[in-house]
């Protein structure tokens, strides 16, 4: 019996019509086989809204208004930017419908030990006075619309998207699995290492900085967790991929940043969250490649679950979010378990190590006892048996 199953999450359905609700009973019992199951108001552990009915608007904004440990999942054909709240985009996919279920079941469990009273002594949010709701508006009608755009999801991409937004790499198969050893790239030898001992300075000193790299400017923010680039997304792909000189007369440096900060609000769609812009950067500089210093036949481990709403989600990064962050697996089995192609579970690790959400499981807990075998989506096909021939020779 799978661990949905056992403890599926208790949700509660709200601006639907009796169709709708017939149709998400059935679609959380069949194609999300089991994750959630529809309860009573009173019960629930997550509220799932249709963001497209006619009071949807009116009825998310009274539930937002109430203090709960309940967690809210909205179902909208636009993106749905509204804080504490997960977003699937419709029509639902089952990876992503799984995906936001175990991202509110991870938040609501999280929620119940930080706000252990309001856990307790919660009946139903029902049953708390009603406020006068404060409307918010799925659109950003302010001054500052550019620069929060640069904060919120870059793009979600499928399979016939990655290659050509990611890039491949010459001479590597980093899908074959005899290949894997030399499926790596190193951070440091990037721009994408360079940024991120960058941003470690600026935030160890609490310092605005700017990094000469002899490319574009590059002011990195601490207090607002910002990065301002003079450069636009197209370019700074293009530049994530190219190997760096380590000569010193190429060696980058930072130094305060001595102008007015109001010189770079004047163009405030060049900020980057510094979250989403390590994020990206590592994925488009892996190419679908995995770390160095991951050891591809040790388990890895997800610490907790990424910020998607504000993240590039690449192919089956909720997938294998839901995976990694139950037990420690190798990267290999993670594809092998998902039936996907390993790149897309490389590119993934990149990201999440890049922003120090994975890590090596080297606890004696995690070498104790194996993670369960799970059953691949599909039959087992030719990278499954190759992986289990390559063991089979270890043996």
């Given at each position: 019996m799978s661990n949905n199953a056992k403890s599926p999450l208790k949700v509660a359905l709200h601006a639907m019509d009796e169709r709708s609700v017939r149709t998400m009973v059935m679609y959380l019992k069949g194609p999300c086989q089991g994750a959630a199951v529809v309860v009573d108001k009173a019960s629930a552990e997550v509220d799932i809204f249709d963001g497209d009915s006619?009071?949807?608007?009116?009825?998310?904004?009274?539930?937002?208004?109430?203090?709960?440990v309940k967690q809210v999942i909205v179902l909208s054909l636009q993106n749905v930017y509204l804080d504490n709240?997960?977003?699937?985009?419709?029509?639902?996919?089952?990876?992503?419908?799984?995906?936001a279920l175990a991202e509110a079941k991870a938040r609501f469990e999280q929620a119940k030990k930080n706000s252990p009273t309001i856990a307790d002594n919660e009946a139903s949010v029902d049953d708390i006075p009603e406020e006068k709701p404060v409307l918010k508006s799925y659109t950003i009608n302010t001054d500052e619309q550019n620069k929060t755009s640069k904060h919120q999801t870059a793009m979600q991409?499928?399979?016939?998207?990655?290659?050509?937004?990611?890039?491949?790499?010459?001479?590597v198969d980093v899908n074959d699995p005899a290949q894997f050893a030399k499926a790596t790239y190193v951070p440091k030898d990037y721009f994408q290492g360079y940024i991120q001992s960058a941003i470690n300075t600026c935030q160890d000193k609490n310092?605005?900085?700017?990094?000469h790299s002899g490319w574009r400017q590059l002011v990195l923010l601490p207090q607002s967790h910002e990065i301002w680039?003079?450069?636009?997304?197209?370019?700074?792909?293009?530049?994530?991929?190219?190997?760096?000189?380590?000569?010193?007369?190429?060696?980058?440096?930072?130094?305060?940043?001595?102008?007015?900060?109001?010189?770079l609000t004047k163009s405030p769609e060049k900020f980057h969250s510094m979250d989403a812009f390590v994020w990206k950067?590592?994925?488009?500089?892996?190419?679908?490649?995995?770390?160095?210093?991951?050891?591809?036949?040790?388990?890895?481990y997800l610490k907790h679950w990424p910020n998607f709403s504000r993240l590039l989600i690449t192919p089956h990064a909720m997938r294998i979010a839901a995976l990694l962050v139950q037990e420690p697996r190798t990267l290999g089995d993670v594809a092998v378990v998902l039936n996907i192609k390993p790149q897309y579970v490389f590119v993934f690790v990149s990201a999440a190590h890049a922003m120090g959400l994975v890590a090596q499981a080297r606890r004696e807990s995690d070498e104790l006892v194996q993670p369960p075998d799970l059953n691949p989506i599909k039959k087992q096909g030719l990278l499954g048996r190759i992986i289990s021939k390559l063991r089979g020779n270890k043996a």
């Open positions: 006619v009071n949807a608007k009116q009825l998310l904004a009274e539930r937002l208004a109430k203090p709960t709240v997960v977003s699937v985009k419709k029509p639902v996919k089952s990876e992503d419908m799984l995906g991409l499928n399979e016939a998207a990655f290659g050509t937004y990611i890039g491949n790499v010459q001479g310092e605005t900085l700017q990094l680039l003079d450069a636009e997304d197209k370019e700074l792909r293009a530049f994530a991929s190219l190997k760096l000189d380590h000569a010193p007369s190429k060696k980058m440096s930072l130094s305060p940043f001595h102008s007015e900060l109001s010189t950067l590592a994925c488009w500089t892996s190419k679908g490649r995995y770390p160095d210093s991951i050891d591809v036949d040790h388990p890895v």
